[in-house]
Nanobody, 124 residues
Framework: VQLQASGGGLVQAGGSLRLSCAAS????????MSWFRQAPGKDREFVTA????????SYADSGKGRFTISRDNAKTTMYLQMNSLKPDDTAVYYC??????????????????WGQGTQVTVSS
């Protein structure tokens, strides 16, 4: 599976961005997809994930109420709608996919396939 993230950019605090992650290749084998982010000098952290079959979702506390993850009906593209952005949301956002179903919360899955990342910068 190949993943291509896009949609990042510079936005003022309080603004919105919509990230996309296009999957290609063995997309029928996808069990879940997720978004992670990494800010300068910080570890990569989980943002949100979606079960590709059921559509169930999981969010980190940092994004609850502000971020919404979704996928298209063809199940080849994932989106992250981010509203009410804060400077603390500034990071490189990565999409990832898991092709092995795991018995664990989505935020604890091992995601073996990663996109290249897209920069999100929120100015104050």
């Amino acid at each position: 599976v190949q993943l291509q993230a896009s949609g990042g950019g510079l936005v003022q605090a309080g603004g919105s961005l919509r990230l996309s992650c296009a999957a290609s290749g063995r997309t029928r084998g996808i069990d879940a997809m997720s978004w992670f982010r990494q800010a300068p000098g910080k570890d990569r952290e989980f943002v949100t994930a979606i079960d590709w079959r059921s559509g169930s979702t999981s969010y980190a506390d940092s994004g609850k109420g502000r971020f919404t993850i979704s996928r298209d009906n063809a199940k080849t593209t994932m989106y992250l709608q981010m509203n009410s952005l804060k400077p603390d949301d500034t990071a490189v956002y990565y999409c990832a996919a898991a092709l092995i179903r795991q018995v664990a919360p989505l935020e604890n899955w091992r995601y073996a396939y990663w996109g290249q990342g897209t920069q999100v910068t929120v100015s104050s």
